[in-house]
């Protein structure tokens, strides 16, 4: 038995661009959102550790690894970029 496409033709499938795809743009969705909640998480923490309601992100890193959350977050923000991509 011949499996189904949502395409009639190899050609039209072809056509759309592989990131429009129905099956690609729930990934994409997926990391958008899970670069946003990380990108939150990280800016929540900062504002909480400034206002002194939770540790201090440079007490957990110390000042030499403040480059570590900085590169989390900045992922985060880089990812929800990607999968957020023309909606």
Do not use: C, H
């Not at 661009?17 to 129905?22: A, H, L, N």
């Not at 550790?49 to 992922?75: K, N, Q, Y």
């Amino acid at each position: 038995m011949r499996k189904k496409y949502a395409f009639k033709t190899y050609l039209q499938a072809a056509d759309v661009p592989m990131m429009q795809r129905p099956s690609f743009v729930k990934l994409r969705i997926l990391m958008g959102s899970v670069g946003l909640i990380v990108a939150v998480f990280m800016l929540v923490w900062l504002i909480t550790s400034f206002l002194g309601l939770t540790v201090s992100i440079v007490d957990v890193f110390g000042m030499e690894g403040l480059r570590i959350p900085a590169g989390i977050a900045i992922g985060g923000l880089l990812l929800a970029a990607v999968g957020f991509n023309k909606f």
